[in-house]
């Protein structure tokens, strides 16, 4: 049973922005959502939990492990994939990963090769292992950084945007790989991508300007909206008149209309549909909580 | 269109820093080399002005290495600055010519590549102007401007060389769109530059090397090779002759390449050519379908693996990226073009031992080593940066130590890489010419002692700088600028302490004879200090490693500051100590046990005994007429012990009260007179006066006993005395012993220096006087210490070795493992001899009654043959032609190569191991110069041991000059009458001359009245008096310098001039060739011939008419070169030869010119090809080219 406790984590940058305010989080076992827009302090806020940031104040600990002040020893249990992940060039896939085992302490050469190989299977590369990663395309580069990640023994798994640049098919293997190895740890998942959170996490956090909007279970919050979601598919030139009328969380393109999604606690008639809420209208209702009617 | 782009490529470059970075480091650099004592460059010695046409064209030239680097900037720019701001893809479709937009970019970016080389001229004004009113430099130093100088260098050399290196860079940089390989371009041109160097290195390639340099740095050399002082201060660079050819050349190929470019240049984007990808084969394979258990180890051993993890991983990625490749072959190329080429020394090349392999080695490799080092490190700290992966590395549980030390470590291997790879081409080219004495060990001893530790240091210390500074940019910027800097720093305070300069050690330097030296045990302590230094700057950039993002230097502070505890800290607390022991030892060593005066001292103490004790410069004091010296020598140790017993008669009219020592401390002088008193003892300056009781009175002796002691402590700062070594000993009596009365040698001699220091004007030489007495009592050997003096000498060294002095050996005997010799010199000689100590082979062989012994190394008999028959047809040639020879042996002996010269001692002739010993002399047809040295040095035994002239102008005429002649009549005499093969060597002559002359500090003279100044009494003097027997035939010649010694030899002083030879030669010379002992010896007389046209016309008897269109001139030169023309009235030879190479000559004649437009005609049995004036070159001409005509048959 592995636990994460955030406390009052606050770092302002030397430019003024404030990438975390005040952000205190509970997080057990399991995988756990962070979602929020560009910007938001996801970033920031992983990096600082994988030591690669300091923080200007607060606290983070794993079990009883203080993260801020023992880089070293939670760099032992970490299994870190950045949002930018790039790789060595001139260097095969195998070479990294082993590079990698080795450095998160894997000295036995048998284990070593055992795992670098399971690891490459499950990220559909075992294949390409002994070619140089600089060919590879941005999506086995993400798959090569999912590997890595997973090196070790690690307690807390930090993985910032896994399944940007992946195809569907290789989401699908990560969400189960991820799920495999992050049922007794804590799995940290930031994405924009509601649908990525609504698959895997249980538990899960809304972040933006720093702050956290909402932490709890998807379930939770989707039952924060139900019945007050509706749907409308409209004209162009009618998007900026219904905003001025309506609380509208999302506006999108389906089959070439816009369709309009609107918060309201009654029926607002006009054409409006009722709607089964999404993460994505709990995601837009979150962070722009300021209009909310 | 073209223009709308030209002004886009000026206005966007004057509105970034970059040009006037560029401006301002150019006009600084020239202005410090024109304001500053301390910045040389571009050859403003002596009388040439720091701000001459010459000087400033040197400036543009080597400054304008430095500008390939700014070429490559701005026309990489200018080709890819749409590339890289990605709006290539929007410009392209716009309705543009594809003309304006390339030319414009491209003359844009030619134009602002050559306005930073304008700073030159801006810097050189400035400090023309500034420095004389700041007093930094004396206003005499300056000279006017010429604006000819800038205009013909801009468009002679500037704006030439950038178009030519620009438009390779544009075509690189159109076709790969890499500012590396841009750069890597660069690079390529540098590397063609110094190729076509190393073909300058003998004078028969003077005029290809001259054309195949592509920016004309080697031409310029050439075609001002000749200058006098006043041509440098006036004259500027001309569209002519081999310049002008030059110059065509490479802009013809700068225009070749940049058409090519123009046509090879699309707007549309190239698709990245790729590879065909081979079909890949699914791989069969079980899936493992758990997660194996793996176990983690963060104990002992971990540090290790992870250590040779990075190593590897760093080692890969520099070994098989393209830049190393590319710079590898580089080097590779560069060492190819030293290995294969390269004469040394009149025509000759030296077998390739070891160490000349290592030196070819070093200087053709050693600026690539250092920058692949350089920007690696730079790789190697950003490359998980660049990369994009330094965030998975950093949160990883490795310690940033690790990572620090396997970067420099995997540096460190590359440098040791490339060096096996010279290493073994190196073999190669020995085992290709033949040469199997493969010296592994010495290659390997001297890599990683002399070299490697410098690279260490180096990598330590760019990857510290790059771990601080936040861009890798910056960071090469700044550990440059820091390494540059400090090297300012320490020359202006001359701190020459090698404890100071990074990497820096003692050195050492591998002799055949005796290995690598005295620095040896010296240089393993540098190494040892600088590694130590290098693991410290390596352990705190691992302390300052960014292992998260931090903001501020403040926060790195913070975050070392934290990580500096435990294990970390004592492994620093050991570190410190351990370097502090080392650096304390070398301190002990270099500067207090062995303490050396940087130079700052050394002038003030110059100063200091000059103005003390220039007034007991004309002190009557004793001459030495008699000495014995018993001298031990331990080579091991490298001790040496002295005792003399010298006697020493007043031989002036007034007693002497007083004696004055100079002292060498590092001798220990002890000295016993008998009845005196030492009333002065200056320690500072090392000088001693003792008043004797009894005045020396005219015609009494005086029995002195001195002892001296040459103890080595500990090692130096510098490479260590290089006279006293384990095996090539090699001392001279003047090293050896105190010396008496001013010494004038101590006084600051440079002209310009004695300026600065506010010291009186001081001749080079006492001014030549006819009919002297009084002032021709000194000989320029002795200064008046000593006349002809009796020596006997005991030397003993260790058992394995043999000790050689002067001398008859009377007596050899073995004292436990102590070899005794005792010599006795035949006949009273000048007090100038050596002592010598090494494991030598003898060779030895009978003439007449005298013994000839070569004693050289055993690794070095393959010219001893030839040796000792030069040293036979020297006896025979001078015994017949000049007179007796006074000793009973004559010896040459080898010495380590520390020095590089021949000398001769009265019947001793030291001789360098790399200087004949290993030249390749296995083709007859070359110039045999080993022949050549040694017929000078045992001309030598007759022109300076039996006849030496007083201390006066002209002296080493009577010496230097006549050992050239009768080395030059010895070779002619086995030249059977080959004048082809005599020219060919005296171009050497004539070319030492005339180089000599232009770069003359202070002023020619004639011959007769030469002040030791090399290029007269060697270069001058051998074309002269070659010419001379020439003219009066070799007996004449000869008949006059038999005579002359016969009344000087071995004669009491007064000791004779230059001109009472020339009253000796007069009477051998007739009436009228006298205007040659005019024009010869007592001007500085130059001829410029010239063959206008040359034609034949047949005669009824079936030969030929030849006649000659002649243009002749005779100037007479002062001291700086200026000439004034002299009427004509010369003998001078006209001939023709019947082949088209000039190499054989068919017949010649010698005729009178008295006009300076003439024709002659002349008789030729058969056709001859070409025709030619002075065909046998007997006059000194700066342009020998226009002396030789095809000849044009008339029907």
Redesign the interface.
């Known amino acids: 049973m592995a636990r994460l406790s955030i406390q009052n984590l606050s770092k302002t940058y030397p430019n003024g922005v404030k990438a975390l305010d005040n952000v205190s989080l509970e997080i057990s076992n399991g995988m756990f959502g962070l979602l929020g827009p560009n910007g938001a302090g996801k970033s920031s806020l992983m990096r600082t939990l994988a030591t690669l940031q300091e923080a200007d104040s607060g606290s983070a600990f794993l079990n009883d492990l203080d993260i801020l002040n023992n880089p070293t020893d939670l760099r032992k249990v970490l299994g870190y994939l950045p949002q930018e992940f790039g790789v060595y060039p001139r260097i095969t896939a195998a070479q990294l990963l082993d590079h990698v085992a080795i450095l998160k302490g894997v000295s036995n050469k048998k284990e070593r090769k055992d795992l670098v190989d399971f690891l490459l299977q499950k990220v559909n590369l075992y294949d390409k292992r002994n070619k140089s990663v600089k060919g590879f395309s941005g999506g086995m580069k993400q798959r090569v950084g999912i590997a890595q990640a997973l090196i070790g023994n690690p307690q807390l798994i930090i993985v910032d945007e896994p399944t940007a640049g992946l195809d569907p098919g290789e989401r699908n293997r990560f969400h189960n790989l991820l799920a495999d190895v992050g049922e007794n740890v804590v799995v940290i998942l930031s994405t924009h991508i509601v649908d990525d959170v609504r698959e895997l996490c249980s538990n899960m956090a809304i972040m933006n300007h720093g702050e956290i909007v909402y932490a709890g279970t998807p379930v939770a919050v989707l039952d924060e909206l139900k019945g007050k979601v509706w749907v409308k598919t409209i004209t162009r030139d009618e998007v900026e008149v219904y905003k001025t009328q309506h609380h509208v969380i999302s506006d999108k393109m389906v089959a070439g209309q816009p369709q309009i999604h609107i918060l309201s606690d009654n029926h607002p008639g006009d054409g409006f549909n009722p709607v089964e809420p999404n993460l994505e209208d709990v995601f837009f209702t979150k962070i722009n909580p300021a209009v909310k009617a | 269109m073209f223009f709308e782009f030209l002004k886009l490529e000026l206005r966007s470059a004057f509105r970034s820093p970059m040009l006037y970075i560029f401006f301002f480091l150019i006009t600084l650099m020239a202005f410090g080399a024109v304001a500053s004592d301390n910045v040389t460059i571009g050859g403003s010695i002596g009388n040439v002005y720091r701000n001459a046409p010459y000087t400033l064209t040197n400036f543009v030239l080597i400054l304008g290495l430095f500008a390939v680097l700014f070429a490559a900037a701005f026309f990489n720019n200018a080709a890819l600055r749409d590339h890289n701001s990605q709006f290539n893809e929007i410009m392209f479709h716009l309705p543009i010519g594809k003309g304006g937009y390339f030319w414009g970019r491209f003359i844009g970016a030619l134009i602002l590549s050559t306005i930073p080389l304008l700073g030159i001229f801006a810097g050189a004004w400035l400090g023309a102007v500034i420095a004389p009113l700041a007093g930094w430099i004396d206003p005499e130093r300056i000279g006017p401007f010429y604006f000819e100088t800038l205009v013909n260098n801009y468009f002679i050399f500037i704006l030439p060389n950038m178009f030519f290196a620009g438009s390779i860079i544009f075509f690189l940089a159109q076709k790969f769109k890499s500012t590396i390989i841009s750069f890597v371009g660069a690079l390529a041109i540098f590397v063609a530059y110094f190729v076509s160097g190393t073909l300058l290195s003998d004078i028969d390639n003077e005029s290809i090397a001259a054309l195949t340099d592509v920016f004309g740095i080697g031409t310029f050399d050439v075609y001002s090779r000749y200058f006098t002082p006043i041509e440098k201060n006036t004259l500027s660079p001309q569209f002519e002759g081999l310049l002008l050819q030059n110059r065509l050349i490479w802009l013809s190929v700068g225009i070749v390449i940049s058409i090519i470019s123009y046509f090879s240049f699309s707007f549309k984007e190239k698709l990245r050519f790729r590879k065909r990808r081979r079909k890949?084969v699914?791989?069969e394979?079980t899936?493992?379908t758990h997660?194996?258990?793996?176990?983690?180890?963060?104990g002992e051993?971990?540090g290790w693996?992870?250590f040779k993890?990075?190593y590897?991983?760093n080692l890969?990625?520099i070994t098989?990226?393209v830049v190393f490749k590319i710079v590898a072959i580089f080097g590779i190329l560069l060492l190819f073009a030293s290995l294969v080429g390269g004469y040394e020394y009149f025509g000759l090349q030296s077998y390739p031992v070891t160490y000349r392999v290592i030196s070819d080695i070093a200087s053709s490799t050693g600026l690539f080593m250092t920058i692949v080092i350089v920007f690696f490190s730079g790789e190697l700290v950003w490359?998980d940066r660049i990369?994009?992966?330094q965030?998975?590395?950093?949160?990883?549980?490795?310690n940033s130590h690790v990572s620090a030390f396997a970067k420099v470590a995997s540096l460190v291997s590359v440098a040791v890489l490339l060096q096996f790879v010279f290493i073994a081409m190196g073999v190669l080219s020995q085992l290709f010419r033949g040469y199997t004495h493969i010296e592994l060990d010495v290659y390997l001893v001297d890599f990683f002692v002399d070299s490697l530790p410098g690279y260490i240091v180096f990598a330590a210390i760019f990857v510290f700088v790059q771990t601080l500074v936040g861009n890798p940019y910056v960071g090469y910027f700044v550990g440059i600028l820091v390494i540059f800097a400090w090297s300012i720093v320490l020359s202006v305070l001359e701190w020459s302490s090698n404890m100071l300069a990074p990497g820096a050690s003692p050195g050492i330097f591998y002799s055949d004879m005796s290995g690598f030296g005295p620095g040896m045990v010296g240089t393993l302590w540098f190494d040892l200090y600088w590694i130590l230094t290098s693991v410290i700057l390596i352990y705190f950039a691992g302390l300052f490693w960014p292992?998260?993002?931090?903001?501020?230097f403040r926060?790195k502070l913070g975050?070392a500051r934290a990580n500096f505890t435990g294990k970390t800290r004592n492994a620093f607390a050991f570190l410190a100590v351990a370097w502090l022991l080392v650096a304390g030892f070398i301190f002990y060593n270099t500067q207090m046990l062995n303490d050396y005066p940087n130079q700052d001292t050394q002038e003030q103490m110059s100063i200091k005994y000059e103005e003390t004790y220039k007034k007991y410069e004309n002190q009557l004091l004793p001459v030495l007429t008699d000495i014995n010296y018993f001298i031990d020598i331990f080579p091991s140790k490298r001790d040496v012990y002295v005792k003399a017993e010298a006697r020493f008669i007043n031989k002036g009219d007034a007693p002497i009260d007083s004696l004055f020592f100079n002292l060498d401390p590092d001798w220990n002088p002890r000295l016993t007179i008998p009845n005196s008193e030492l009333v002065l003892d200056d320690t500072e300056l090392d000088f001693q006066i003792y008043k004797l009781k009894n005045p020396l009175h005219p015609g009494e002796s005086i029995d002195l006993k001195i002892e001296t002691s040459y103890i080595t402590k500990g090692f130096t700062n510098g490479i260590g005395n290089t006279n006293i070594l384990s095996n090539g000993t090699f001392l001279n009596n003047m090293e050896i012993l105190p010396s008496m009365g001013y010494s004038e040698s101590v006084e600051i001699s440079d002209k310009n220096d004695r300026k600065k220091f506010g010291l009186p004007i001081k001749s080079r030489m006492p001014e030549l006087e006819a009919n002297c007495t009084n002032k021709c009592m000194k000989n320029y050997l002795s200064n008046g210490l000593s006349d002809w003096v009796n020596v006997e000498t005991t030397i003993s060294t260790s058992d394995d070795q043999t000790a050689v002095a002067p001398g008859s050996l009377i007596k050899e005997w073995t004292e436990g493992d102590r070899k005794y010799f005792q010599y006795k010199v035949d006949h009273p000689s000048q007090n100038f001899y050596s002592f010598m100590s090494a494991r030598y082979e003898v060779a030895r062989e009978k003439h007449n009654d005298i013994d000839i012994e070569i004693y050289y190394d055993t690794k070095h008999g393959v010219n001893i043959p030839k040796m000792v028959d030069a040293v036979r047809k020297s006896l025979t040639y001078y015994e017949e032609n000049f007179g007796p020879y006074y000793h009973k042996q004559a010896r040459i002996l080898e010495f380590p190569r520390y020095s590089n010269f021949a000398q001769a001692f009265p019947g001793t002739m030291p001789y360098a191991e790399s200087f004949g010993f290993i030249t390749n002399l296995e083709d007859e047809t070359d110039n045999n110069v080993v022949e050549a040295v040694i017929a000078h040095e045992m001309a030598h035994q007759w022109w300076a041991h039996q006849e030496i002239p007083a201390l006066m102008q002209g002296a080493t005429m009577l010496t230097e000059s006549f050992s050239e002649y009768s080395s030059l009549m010895v070779m002619k005499q086995e030249s059977n009458g080959d004048d082809m093969k005599m020219k060919n060597f005296l171009k050497y002559d004539y070319n030492r001359y005339l180089r000599g002359r232009s770069s003359e500090a202070e002023k020619e003279l004639p011959l007769y009245k030469v002040e030791n100044q090399q290029y007269i009494h060697y270069g001058k003097g051998s074309v002269i008096l070659y010419a001379l027997q020439d003219y009066i035939g070799e007996d004449s010649v000869n008949a006059a310098l038999e005579s002359f010694l016969k009344e000087y030899a071995y004669a009491e002083p007064p000791y004779p001039t230059t001109l009472n030879f020339l009253d000796y030669l007069e009477p051998r010379v007739p009436d009228s060739l006298q205007y040659l002992i005019k024009d010869w010896f007592k001007e500085i007389t130059l001829y410029d011939f010239r063959l206008k046209s040359a034609s034949a016309k047949k005669r009824s008897d079936g030969k030929y008419d030849i006649s000659f269109d002649i243009e002749a001139h005779k100037m007479y030169a002062d001291t700086i070169g200026n000439e004034t023309p002299q009427p004509l009235n010369e003998w001078v030879d006209l001939g023709f030869y019947s082949d088209s190479d000039a190499e054989k000559l068919q017949n010649w004649k010698r005729v009178n010119i008295t006009d300076e437009q003439s024709t002659f005609t002349l008789i030729a049995d058969s056709l001859p090809a070409k025709a030619a004036i002075d065909p046998r070159r007997m006059f000194i001409e700066r342009v020998i080219d226009d002396n030789v005509k095809s000849i044009d048959l008339e029907e």
Do not use: C, D, M, W
């Not at chain 2, 965030?391 to 490795?398: A, C």
């Open positions: 890949e699914r791989e394979y899936p493992i997660i194996p258990a793996v176990s983690q180890n963060f051993g971990i693996k992870q993890s990075f590897h991983a890969l990625s098989k990226s490359r990369s994009n992966i965030e998975v590395i950093n949160s990883t549980p490795h292992r998260s993002v931090v903001s501020g926060e975050i």
